[in-house]
């Protein structure tokens, strides 16, 4: 017996929500036999795993910290990838951003100025699009790759912040190790209360999903990107510029991923040093293919991986899970969702007997 | 005044739910309890490195304690924003004893340690102090300073190779001990310096010690967190040197010796402070006399009478009769930095930006 794969005709409505329903089921259950097979109690595991980190207020907080730029990049990079425009250096512009953001805290003549956070956001939001700026022009007008432009450009950010922390904004006071001062208390966002983390910088992102959703589902510029993705063709012909779909696409990419990087310096982090992300920019290009690179579906998407995160270090403390093992469990989940999609566009069939 | 009682109140009630949600209420500890203690580690532990020896610390509290601790291991916490939040739960679910591991958890645990004022912090490679904060270190110059000297008598060339992770204070000083170490033995000796910006980047470092090799240099010395440099060396029949654990087996017979770190003793000391409740905020600094740096078994290659010169070399340094920075000290332009009679202060050894005359390579 064989099983063919055969195209649907159009993408089958019930799939598309019992998808994700299935992935979690069978992540569950394969999830439950690696873990018994390695002498842990399967249902203390997915406890720990997905209830433990987030049954406490601390614990909401820093899901919803963790999720933030998640979904505030993956919503800028989804207004592009709609329209075919792959720009996979988030990191990179978030990087400029905290950089920008953090120049502005650090050198603003009046440290305990109201305007602060307002122009840090700015110029994070401005030094991402910048940087964006450099693949848009050389793909609009010399038809470059944008991947590879964007994934270069991530290590020239990365090379440009090493510089400064081991150079000109290094800590005149902090031993000459690699890490600006410190942020002035104006310059941060302040955390609705001192025992938890969270702070007002989700509410940009709770606005950039809003944004997100108004642009692509009823914009007419968003709906002339989603036809230059889905038939570029057909948008040639209906007189659509591929240009302005190719500025638009990066720039918005840019500009979620600077002020992301705005908004780690101005929070959590609140100076820079070689490293200030941890691969957000990479990452929010998955939570945006899971959120099928629909608005609401990418701030489940970014819950869902923030999730895996937190639940990751809560297995390892609680249940001494080595890290190398929830990492495989988060594999686990991420195929058997994007395997499940597959099924929304396909179907498999038993030949008919002859 | 208000606010400060409502900030404590809410501290406090968050902290309780925090460890309700972990199913367990030790914060509020009796004496038949277990001492509680969470370490976090900057990578997964290897058969060698950095997290290795660090782990060697714990098991020296699990021995000597035994039932009478519970500890809490959370390992690869690198990212400042992850390591606050691993501080704040590891602290909120009632361990009575921290330990960060990495410069980079410095920030978080100095935002951390306040709210928390009944827990004791105890920081690695830390240089900020909070009155629960503590900070233990290692004078790695001393190991490198013997290990120079080491590689300087077996060189043939005059010229070590070393390799770092980061032009931090705590590597720059270690290499400027190294050539200071083999001009003791060979004046005329040189170091060429090669930083990797990563502290575990097998590839890079590869190419690092190569191109050491290739500039003639024939004894290397690498402090990252792999054995890449031993085994490069190994392979192109040059000298080498080992840091954090012994690498001897990946040299091919070819390295010298190795600092390596034990830190047991800071581990202990910490936990038997907290049990005791005699645990203060200090900051500790050891060497080869506490034996939280040691050298590794000579290589046999090394002849009798130079081995137990450097034995002599060690007990010195750790009696303090030597002292790695002893002037006259000129940096690479030849500008005196410490004058002959004087050594250098703790305070510019722990913020050491410079390079001493003799070394190659510039700090960026």
């Known amino acids: 017996m064989r099983l063919r794969i055969e195209q649907r005709q159009e993408p089958s409505a019930q799939m598309r929500i019992a998808a994700p329903v299935i992935a979690t089921a069978l992540t569950f259950l394969a999830g439950s036999v690696l873990f018994a097979a390695l002498g842990y109690d399967p249902l203390a595991t997915l406890h720990a795993f997905f209830v433990a980190p987030i049954n406490s207020i601390n614990g909401l907080s820093e899901w919803l910290l963790k999720a933030s730029p998640l979904i505030l990049i993956a919503c800028g990079l989804a207004v592009g990838f709609r329209a075919n425009i792959w720009n996979i250096g988030a990191e990179g512009q978030l990087i400029i951003g905290a950089i920008a953001a953090c120049g502005v805290g650090l050198f603003y003549p009046n440290p305990e100025s109201p305007l602060l956070i307002p122009l840090m956001f700015l110029a994070g939001a401005g030094a991402g699009m910048a940087w964006a700026a450099i693949p848009a022009f050389l793909r609009a007008r010399m038809n470059t790759n944008e991947i590879l432009v964007t994934l270069m450009l991530t290590y020239i950010a990365t090379l440009l912040l090493s510089f400064l922390v081991h150079g000109p904004w290094r800590d005149p006071a902090g031993f000459n190790y690699p890490q600006t001062a410190l942020l002035p208390a104006a310059a941060m966002f302040e955390p609705f209360d001192y025992s938890y983390r969270l702070n007002p910088s989700i509410f940009i992102t709770a606005v950039a999903v809003v944004i997100m959703w108004l642009f692509t589902d009823r914009s007419f510029l968003g709906y002339k990107m989603s036809v230059s993705g889905a038939a570029p063709l057909a948008a040639r012909y209906a007189g659509f510029r591929e240009s302005s779909a190719v500025w638009t696409g990066l720039l918005a990419g840019g500009a979620a991923a600077g002020i992301a990087g705005m908004a780690e310096v101005a929070g959590p982090l609140g100076q820079l040093s070689p490293q200030i992300s941890p691969g957000y920019g990479f990452a929010a290009i998955i939570v945006a293919f899971i959120g099928r690179l629909n608005a609401f579906g990418i701030v489940l998407g970014g819950l869902l991986m923030s999730l895996l995160f937190l639940g990751g270090e809560t297995v390892q403390m609680t249940l001494g899970l080595p890290a190398a093992l929830t990492r495989i469990f988060q594999g686990i989940l991420l195929f058997f969702l994007l395997a499940a999609d597959f099924f929304i566009y396909y179907r498999l069939r038993l030949p008919e007997h002859a | ?364």
């Open chain 2, 1 to 364: 005044m208000f606010n400060l009682t409502r900030r404590q109140f809410l501290r406090y009630s968050g902290a309780t739910g925090v460890a309700l949600g972990t199913g367990s209420l030790a914060s509020f500890a009796s004496a038949e309890e277990p001492l509680k203690i969470g370490v976090v580690y900057v990578s997964p532990i290897a058969e060698i490195g950095w997290t290795k020896q660090h782990s060697l610390g714990v098991d020296a509290i699990k021995k000597e304690f035994g039932d009478k601790v519970a500890i809490t291991v959370i390992d690869n916490i690198f990212m400042p924003q992850d390591a606050e939040r691993v501080f704040r739960e590891l602290a909120a679910s009632g361990n009575q004893l921290i330990f960060g591991t990495s410069f980079s958890h410095g920030t978080p645990m100095q935002k951390v340690a306040p709210r928390f004022p009944k827990t004791a912090f105890e920081h690695c490679s830390g240089i900020v102090h909070r009155a629960n904060l503590g900070t233990f270190e290692a004078k790695y110059y001393e190991g490198t300073f013997v290990a120079g000297a080491a590689g300087a008598h077996m060189s043939k060339s005059g010229k070590i190779g070393f390799i770092g992770g980061f032009p931090i204070p705590d590597i720059v000083g270690p290499a400027n001990a190294l050539l200071l170490g083999a001009q003791s033995v060979n004046p005329e000796a040189t170091c060429n310096a090669i930083f990797l910006n990563s502290w575990f980047d097998p590839g890079k470092e590869k190419e690092a010690a190569n191109t050491l090799l290739s500039q003639g240099c024939d004894v290397i010395c690498s402090m990252t967190d792999t054995a890449t440099g031993v085994q490069v060396a190994g392979e192109g029949g040059a000298w080498s040197i080992g840091y954090a654990s012994d690498m001897a087996k990946f040299g091919s017979g070819k390295q010298l010796t190795a600092f390596t770190l034990d830190w047991s003793s800071e581990y202990l000391r910490a936990a038997k402070g907290v049990a005791e409740g005699s645990w203060k905020a200090e900051a500790r600094w050891d060497g080869l006399a506490a034996g939280v740096v040691k050298m590794a078994p000579y290589n046999e290659a090394i002849p009798a009478d130079v081995q137990a010169k450097l034995k002599q070399l060690e007990a010195d340094i750790a009696a303090g009769k030597i002292h790695p920075y002893a002037g006259e000290l000129k940096d690479q332009d030849g500008n005196v930095k410490v004058a002959a009679g004087s050594v250098l202060s703790d305070t510019d050894i722990r913020g050491m930006n410079w390079f001493v005359r003799g070394m190659i390579g510039k700090l960026s």
